[in-house]
């Protein structure tokens, strides 16, 4: 059965303090790799799509890494506004459909 | 650019009722779309996913629907609510790549 598991659920950072949000998940065909940030009551945001593994992707403070088993969103300096839900998906789905198994998310608190 | 609007924002229906959630996308053609339900405590749970007119297939077995009468229109639907219909319906589309999602519906049943 196709799982994606995220840890740790929620992770309180100072600000500056670098820290690593990582992805498990088993999935047969994977297809692609992709995290999303999610605002409380906000629809999720793109952030990367990772496709092979070694694959790296950096976005301001964020930087996602893909293994065979697993991938990682590292977060270097992070600021308050950094503050979010990190969700990270694996794409399954057959050609011309993007079916995401979503994991439950990472709640990042970044205090000043 | 693409633009994607979902409304309403927020309902609160009895139990029993019926509900519509609409969602259109602007600025792409023949793009696939899709319903997903993020409940409380839990993940994004894909609902429904259409890859062109009339064509939906159903991920889960409930008490909603989906319909696309138009090329970039997605409807979903009930006719009759549970309670456990409540939670945080989010609307997305793709054009073979990544999904973009809407601002999404909160619906509470009561």
């Known amino acids: 059965e196709d799982q994606v598991t995220q840890s740790p659920e929620a992770l309180r950072l100072q600000e500056g303090e670098s820290s690593s949000l990582n992805c498990s998940y088993t999935v047969s065909g994977l297809r692609g790799l992709f995290w999303y940030r999610q605002d409380p009551g906000k629809g999720p945001e793109f952030l990367f799509t990772l496709y092979s593994a070694g694959e790296e992707k950096e976005k301001e403070r964020l930087k996602a890494t893909l293994t065979k088993k697993e991938s990682f969103l590292h977060i270097t300096a992070p600021k308050p506004e950094d503050s979010a839900t990190y969700l990270c998906a694996p794409d399954h789905g057959s050609s011309n459909t993007g079916k995401l198994i979503f994991g439950q998310g990472t709640t990042l608190q970044v205090k000043p | 650019s693409q633009t994607i609007h979902q409304w309403p924002a927020t309902l609160v229906q009895p139990v029993g009722s019926p509900l519509s959630l609409e969602c259109t996308v602007e600025g792409t053609s023949n793009p696939n779309l899709y319903w997903y339900r993020q409940a409380a405590g839990r993940g994004l749970q894909l609902l429904f996913y259409s890859v062109g007119i009339g064509q939906i297939s159903s991920e889960v077995p409930q008490n909603l629907s989906a319909s696309r009468p138009q090329d970039r229109q997605f409807i979903l639907s009930s006719k009759k609510l549970l309670l456990s219909d409540s939670g945080f319906y989010l609307c997305?589309?793709?054009?073979?790549?990544?999904?973009?999602f809407g601002e999404g519906s909160r619906l509470t049943v009561l």
């Open positions: 997305a589309w793709s054009a073979g790549g990544e999904l973009f």
